[in-house]
C-alpha cells in the first residue's frame, strides 16, 4: 500500500506539474506560486509547529467535533486534489466530479469508519496533500525538510512518546486514524469469534454477545511516513525527471522494509530516519548514475 500510494502520488504530482504546452493548476481556487522560494522552508516549517500545536491544544481540551471537522475538511480536499488529477483529462467539469465523490468518502471515513473506506481513502489522501506541498518546495529545502521531520519523529516516538499518545487518542477517542492500520487476532480470538458466529446462526444474536469486545493487534504507518516521501520524489520528479523520483521512490521502501524486518511486537518506532536514509541511498545513487 505504501508503494502504491507512492506510484499514485508521483501520477497526481506529474499531472499537476507545467508543461511548455500547458501550465497546470490546481482546482478549487488553490494557486501554484511561480517562484518555488515562496513561501520559503522556514513558513513551511513554522505552519507545521503550529498546525501541531493547535491539534494538542484540541486534543488536550477534548474538542472532538471541532478535530472531525478538520479532519473532514482536509480529507475532502485531498481527495478531490487527487480524484481530479485522475479523470480531469477525460471528463467535463472534472474537479466538480472529483468533489462530489470526495464528500461522500470522507464523511464515511470520518464520522462511519470502517477497515476498507480508511485504507482505500488513504491511498488517494496523501497524494492530493503533496499537490499542494511539492510546488512550493525545492530539492535542497525537501531534504533539509526530510532530516528536520526525522529528528521529530524520533524525538516525538522514543523521547516524549507524543506520537504514541496523539494515535491512541484518534483510535479511542476519534475512531479515526491518520495512516495505514491493518488489524489482526490471534488465532484464540479468530476462533472465539467463529464459535460466535456458528452458534447464532439463522439466529438474533443477544446484544451482549453483540457488542462483546475482543483484544487485536494493530499493523500502523502514520500518514506522515507516506507523504514526505512522496513530497521529495515530486520535488525531484518536477526539478530532474522521474528516473531520481523513482529512485527516491525505491529507497524509501527500501528504508521501511528494513525497519519492518527490526521491528518487535507492541512496540513502537519512528519510520521517517529509515525512510529518510533509504531516499538519501536513492539520491546517491541518481547523482552517481548522472540524473542530476
Not at 113 to 138: C, D
Amino acid at each position: 500500500m505504501f508503494l502504491l500510494t507512492q506510484f499514485v502520488g508521483l501520477y497526481v504530482i506529474h499531472a499537476y506539474t507545467p508543461t511548455e504546452k500547458n501550465e497546470q493548476t490546481l482546482p478549487f481556487g488553490l494557486e501554484i506560486p511561480e517562484d518555488e522560494t515562496a513561501p520559503n522552508l522556514l513558513s513551511i516549517i513554522i505552519s507545521f509547529c503550529l498546525a501541531f500545536a493547535l491539534i494538542f491544544i484540541l486534543m488536550k481540551y477534548r474538542w472532538k467535533f471541532i478535530i472531525r471537522a478538520w479532519f473532514f475538511f482536509v480529507v475532502t480536499l485531498a481527495l478531490a486534489l487527487a480524484i481530479n488529477a485522475l479523470i480531469k483529462n477525460q471528463i467535463v467539469n472534472a474537479s466538480l466530479v472529483a468533489l462530489a465523490f470526495s464528500l461522500p468518502l470522507a464523511y464515511f471515513k470520518i464520522f462511519k469508519p470502517n477497515f476498507f473506506v480508511h485504507n482505500i481513502t488513504e491511498l488517494l489522501i496523501y497524494p492530493g496533500i503533496a499537490a499542494v506541498f511539492v510546488p512550493i518546495l525545492s530539492p535542497l529545502s525537501s531534504i533539509i525538510l526530510l532530516i528536520l521531520i526525522s529528528f521529530y519523529d524520533m524525538w516525538a516516538v522514543w523521547r516524549s512518546g507524543v506520537m504514541q499518545r496523539m494515535a491512541k487518542f484518534q483510535m479511542e477517542e476519534l475512531k479515526i486514524f491518520g495512516g495505514f492500520l491493518i488489524p489482526s487476532a490471534s488465532k484464540k480470538i479468530k476462533d472465539k469469534i467463529k464459535r460466535i458466529k456458528e452458534r447464532y446462526k439463522d439466529k438474533k444474536m443477544p446484544k451482549k454477545v453483540k457488542n462483546q469486545k475482543f483484544k487485536i493487534n494493530l499493523a500502523i504507518l502514520g500518514g506522515g511516513d507516506v507523504v514526505f516521501p512522496i513530497i521529495t520524489a515530486g520535488v525531484f520528479l518536477r526539478a530532474f525527471g522521474i528516473l531520481p523520483a523513482m529512485l527516491i521512490t525505491f529507497g524509501a521502501l527500501a528504508g521501511l522494509t528494513v525497519l519492518f524486518f527490526l521491528t518487535k511486537k507492541d512496540r513502537a518506532y519512528p519510520a521517517m530516519p529509515y525512510i529518510t536514509t533509504g531516499i538519501f541511498a536513492g539520491m546517491i545513487l541518481g547523482k552517481l548514475l548522472g540524473c542530476f
